[in-house]
Structure formats: C-alpha cells, structure tokens
C-alpha cells in the first residue's frame, strides 16, 4: 500500500515531545512526519529574540532534534518567511496536513492566520491547538463578558473552572518523511567572539529533559517552603527556575499544574505553599491576556496617562544599572546574576526595576530591552507586563507611591548577605550591617573590608531620599493631571 502523504508539525515555542497537542495529533495521523522549526524573517516575523535567548534557543533545538532522532524522527530546519517557507515545504514533499500550537502575539496570530487560509485554499488540513496556556486569553471572561484586567477576580475564575486535561504522552515511534534541513550551526545562535555564555551553561540545563529534572527537584522539596522562601533570593532553591523551560515551551503549563495537583492528592506538598506557586503560574496567563488584548504591550503604555509622563534621559544613569553599578547591593547583584546566568531572582527583578523607573526616573521600555537581551527567559507577555506593573503604567500596576527602598529590601529579603556576597564579592568581607548601604560605613569599617567607595565599589548613583521624593513628585504631577482631565 502506498505510503500516505506527509503531514508537517511545526515547532515554534513548544519545543517539547511530552504533552505537546499538536505533535499528538500529527503523530496519531498516521502520517509521515516532518518536524519543522523555522528561524523566521521579514515583516510579519515574531521580536527578534535576544543574546541569552538565541543561546538557549540554540540548545532546545539541538535537544529537541536529539530527541525526535531517538524516536524516528528528525527535525528539519529552514530560515525565511514562515508563509513562503510552509509553502515550499509542502510543494516539495506534497504535505496534506499541517499542525501547530497557538501563539498570541499579533504578528504572529497575523501570520498564522494568512498561513492556514493559504494552505486550505489548496485544500490542506490545518489544525492548530493549545499547547502554551492553561486558559487562552479568549476563554476567561467577566460577568459582563469581557475580560480580566485585575489579577486576583482572574486567578479565581480561573481556579473555579479550569481541569486539566489528561496528559498526552510523548509519542513512542516516528515515522519521518525526508527533507532538506539548514544546519543548527550555521544559524550561529551561540555567541562567538566574545563568547560569554559560560556563566549560563553552568546555570542551566536546556531543553525537555531538563525541564522535567527541575520540575522534579522542585517538587521534591522546595514546593512546600515556597510561600516562605519564594522571596529570598540567597535561597538556591527558593523558588521553581521553570521559567525559561516554560517561554521555550519544553514544559507546558498544564504539566506543571497537573503535578503540583497530584503532590497535594498525595498529601506530599504543603497546600498553601503550592496555591501560591499556582498562583505565580497563573501570573503568566494573565500576562498572556494582557498581551492578547494589547499587542504593543512591550511598546505602548498600557496606561495612556503615561504618555505624559516626565521621563529622565541620562545615558550615563542606564549604562551604570545596566551593569550592575548604581552603588546599591541588591541592584547590583541582580544586574550582575542576570549578566552571569541569564536569570534573576523575581524579588530581585522588582527591586531593580524600581530603581530603574523611579529612583532613576528613567522609561521603563529601556528596562523592558535590556532584559529581553539578558534573560533567558525573556517572554513577549511577562517581561513587558511585569516592567508596566512595575512602572505603574500596567494593568493592576504597583501603586505609585510605592518606591521600593533598595536598602530596606536588600536588609529585610537578603539578611545574611548572601546573595549580595555572591554576586558583588568586592563587599564580601563587609560586616551585615553595612552590606546594603556601604556608603553609610565610616572609614575604618569600609577599610577593614577593603573597600574604597568610588574605587573598589561605586558610590550611590543617586541619593536614595532625593529619588524618591523626585519619583513621587513626577508620579503625583502625573496623577493630579489625570484628575484634571
Ligand atoms: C521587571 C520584571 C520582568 C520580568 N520578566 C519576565 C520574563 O521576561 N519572563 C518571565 O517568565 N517572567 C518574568 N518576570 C516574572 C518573574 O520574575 C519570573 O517569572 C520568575 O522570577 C521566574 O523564576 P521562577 O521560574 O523560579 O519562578 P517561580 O516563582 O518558581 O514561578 C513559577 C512560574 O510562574 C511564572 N511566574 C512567576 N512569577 C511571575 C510573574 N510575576 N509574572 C509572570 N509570570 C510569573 C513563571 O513562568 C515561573 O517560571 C518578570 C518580573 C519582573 C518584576
């Protein structure tokens, strides 16, 4: 019998075999299969991803291809206009089907929306699916039937009507039909001349096997000390480390739920503390409806009023958050965790934040870039919504009154110094209670631990009273403004 025509599954931020909708459903076709990721070009493309995301990307794709090999299978790889690649592909294999999971950016919902009326006009069968979120941003809707711009109504509707569905296992065989695929290696995703990605191969283990090892570990312990630890960022394990699996798509949200559910049957995780993670996923759907409904989300503020808002410029100011040398500790050694390891603590990510916005006065878009170059897992929902909560533009944003004070953060969620020891060792030998205001050690105590302010560590970028009443200025002019209108 002659073997059926091919089926295409494209990978896009799915890169997993394990619960993965749309691979099932190819997989289950019973036709051959050509696994397709593509490094999309041109207008309709998705945001260029980052440095430390091209880096990850990079190890996904080779883990992925590794895996889909031990099962049959390989994964082709193309570079071009997602439209006009699809295109070629199915001219040259003669694909009947093609299947994916959804993605919500409007670039890309616009692109996937003109690729399936394309190839239905020529009378191929394509299906897309839910492989990223738990509910999608269409599926949550208010009494008055439009959709959550608060968090907490949000996180109850969706604790009240979301079930998982049964779990699809990756599949066991393959049976792969042959195309031409580019080289992983000539894409040159990892970073050459400097290569600085040491720091983040030490930190992380990409792809689905990974994944799974840090859901496990998480599970295993930490989950039920999560309510506790989640905000100290000395805590190695303190909180999951699931977040650049989850913006690559190695593991779903639906796996993660389905776990934790399955650890509170067993009575093996504290119920409070795994709500509160729960909780934290659920942060990341919210996103995605901001996202949804806001497409410009990582451009536009979210709240017009901010439009008029008086932003500082100071090139100078940027560079020194940027890299980690504003003279407060716990700015700094999150700015140099991030540089180091592609991550940051999320109490942390706040903190600098703050700093950024409203010590320094400076646009909170500026942030929002340097850590989608910096963080592996930089998410077009959450790195944007996060950095408008932050600023106050957001929705259910930080009131504007509140400026984190970086010295009474560092003191209360970093007591013992840890964190702020590992990342910015030039203080080390301070005593703890100079350790987040250094500029506030007489000169005895800072030479003892040799330091020199200004020399060894810098002195404050800003005094800490006078951004702040600077920012409450700003953000009270803003606010009595809108009151005006
Ligand atoms: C300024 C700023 C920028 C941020 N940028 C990103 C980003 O680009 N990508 C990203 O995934 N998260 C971002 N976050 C949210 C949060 O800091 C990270 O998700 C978290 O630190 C990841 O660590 P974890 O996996 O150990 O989280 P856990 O505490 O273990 O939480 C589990 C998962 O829930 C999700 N999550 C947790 N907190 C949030 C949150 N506040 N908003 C949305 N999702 C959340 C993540 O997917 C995370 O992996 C940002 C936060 C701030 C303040």
């Given at each position: 019998?002659?073997?059926?025509?091919?089926?295409i599954?494209?990978?896009?931020?799915?890169?997993?075999?394990?619960?993965?909708?749309?691979?099932?459903?190819a997989?289950?076709?019973?036709?051959p299969?050509?696994?397709?990721?593509?490094?999309?070009?041109?207008?309709?493309?998705?945001?260029?991803?980052?440095?430390?995301?091209r880096?990850?990307?990079?190890?996904?794709?080779?883990?992925?291809?590794?895996?889909?090999?031990?099962?049959?299978?390989?994964?082709?790889?193309?570079?071009?206009?997602?439209?006009s690649?699809?295109?070629?592909?199915?001219?040259?294999?003669?694909?009947?089907?093609?299947?994916?999971?959804?993605?919500?950016?409007?670039?890309?919902?616009?692109?996937?929306?003109?690729?399936?009326?394309?190839?239905?006009?020529?009378?191929?069968?394509?299906?897309?699916?839910?492989?990223?979120?738990?509910?999608?941003?269409?599926?949550?809707?208010?009494?008055?039937?439009?959709?959550?711009?608060?968090?907490?109504?949000?996180?109850?509707?969706?604790?009240a009507?979301?079930?998982?569905?049964?779990?699809?296992?990756?599949?066991?065989?393959?049976?792969?039909?042959?195309?031409?695929?580019e080289?992983?290696?000539?894409?040159?995703?990892?970073?050459e001349?400097?290569?600085?990605?040491?720091?983040?191969?030490?930190?992380?283990?990409?792809?689905?096997?990974?994944?799974?090892a840090?859901?496990?570990?998480?599970?295993?312990?930490?989950?039920?000390?999560?309510?506790?630890?989640?905000?100290?960022?000395?805590?190695?394990?303190g909180?999951?480390?699931?977040?650049?699996?989850?913006?690559?798509?190695?593991?779903?949200?639906?796996?993660?739920?389905?776990?934790?559910?399955?650890?509170?049957?067993?009575?093996?995780?504290?119920?409070?503390?795994?709500?509160?993670?729960?909780?934290e996923?659920?942060?990341r759907?919210?996103s995605?409806t901001?996202?949804?409904?806001?497409?410009?989300?990582?451009?536009?503020?979210?709240?017009?009023?901010?439009?008029?808002?008086?932003?500082r410029?100071?090139?100078?100011?940027?560079?020194a958050?940027?890299?980690?040398q504003?003279?407060?500790?716990?700015?700094?050694?999150?700015?140099?965790?991030?540089?180091?390891?592609g991550?940051?603590?999320?109490?942390?990510?706040?903190?600098?934040?703050?700093m950024?916005?409203?010590?320094?006065?400076?646009?909170?878009?500026?942030?929002?870039?340097?850590?989608?170059?910096?963080?592996?897992?930089?998410?077009?929902?959450?790195?944007p919504?996060?950095?408008?909560?932050?600023?106050?533009?957001?929705?259910?944003?930080?009131?504007?009154?509140?400026?984190?004070?970086?010295?009474s953060?560092?003191?209360?969620?970093?007591?013992?110094?840890d964190?702020?020891?590992?990342?910015?060792?030039?203080?080390?030998?301070?005593?703890?209670?100079?350790?987040?205001?250094?500029?506030?050690?007489?000169?005895?105590?800072?030479?003892?631990?040799?330091?020199?302010?200004?020399?060894?560590?810098?002195?404050?970028?800003?005094?800490?009273?006078?951004?702040?009443q600077?920012?409450?200025?700003?953000?009270?002019?803003?606010?009595?403004?809108?009151?005006?209108?």
């Amino acid at each position: 019998m002659p073997s059926p025509a091919p089926a295409i599954l494209w990978f896009r931020e799915d890169l997993r075999l394990a619960d993965n909708p749309a691979l099932d459903m190819a997989a289950s076709s019973g036709r051959p299969l050509i696994c397709l990721y593509i490094r999309e070009t041109g207008d309709s493309a998705p945001r260029p991803l980052g440095g430390a995301s091209r880096w990850w990307l990079n190890r996904s794709l080779a883990e992925l291809a590794a895996s889909l090999e031990a099962i049959g299978g390989t994964l082709v790889l193309r570079t071009g206009p997602a439209e006009s690649v699809l295109a070629a592909l199915v001219q040259e294999t003669g694909a009947e089907a093609v299947f994916w999971n959804r993605r919500y950016g409007l670039p890309e919902r616009e692109t996937d929306a003109a690729i399936k009326k394309a190839l239905k006009d020529k009378g191929v069968n394509c299906q897309s699916f839910n492989g990223r979120l738990l509910v999608e941003p269409w599926e949550l809707k208010t009494g008055s039937g439009g959709w959550y711009k608060v968090f907490t109504p949000f996180w109850r509707a969706l604790q009240a009507s979301y079930k998982a569905p049964a779990p699809l296992p990756a599949p066991r065989q393959i049976k792969a039909a042959f195309a031409d695929s580019e080289a992983l290696s000539s894409w040159k995703l990892h970073p050459e001349k400097p290569d600085w990605s040491g720091g983040l191969a030490e930190a992380w283990q990409p792809g689905e096997n990974g994944a799974m090892a840090r859901l496990e570990a998480f599970l295993d312990g930490p989950v039920s000390r999560y309510a506790e630890t989640r905000n100290l960022p000395g805590e190695l394990d303190g909180t999951s480390q699931l977040s650049p699996h989850l913006r690559f798509g190695e593991i779903g949200p639906a796996q993660v739920w389905r776990a934790v559910q399955a650890r509170l049957a067993a009575q093996k995780a504290d119920e409070n503390s795994a709500r509160v993670f729960l909780s934290e996923i659920a942060w990341r759907e919210f996103s995605y409806t901001l996202l949804y409904y806001n497409p410009d989300l990582a451009t536009a503020n979210y709240n017009a009023a901010f439009n008029r808002m008086g932003w500082r410029r100071s090139d100078a100011d940027y560079t020194a958050w940027c890299r980690g040398q504003t003279g407060y500790p716990i700015v700094d050694a999150g700015m140099r965790e991030l540089w180091h390891t592609g991550w940051m603590h999320n109490r942390v990510r706040m903190i600098v934040a703050s700093m950024l916005t409203k010590h320094l006065l400076l646009p909170w878009q500026g942030g929002e870039e340097w850590f989608w170059d910096t963080l592996v897992d930089a998410d077009p929902a959450s790195n944007p919504a996060s950095w408008q909560w932050t600023a106050g533009s957001g929705a259910d944003a930080a009131p504007y009154f509140r400026v984190f004070n970086p010295i009474s953060q560092g003191q209360k969620f970093d007591g013992a110094g840890d964190y702020v020891r590992r990342w910015c060792p030039e203080l080390a030998r301070l005593p703890d209670k100079y350790l987040h205001a250094p500029f506030e050690a007489d000169a005895q105590t800072l030479a003892k631990a040799g330091v020199k302010l200004g020399t060894t560590y810098p002195k404050p970028i800003i005094d800490h009273a006078m951004g702040r009443q600077r920012a409450l200025d700003a953000y009270k002019a803003l606010k009595e403004d809108q009151t005006a209108e």
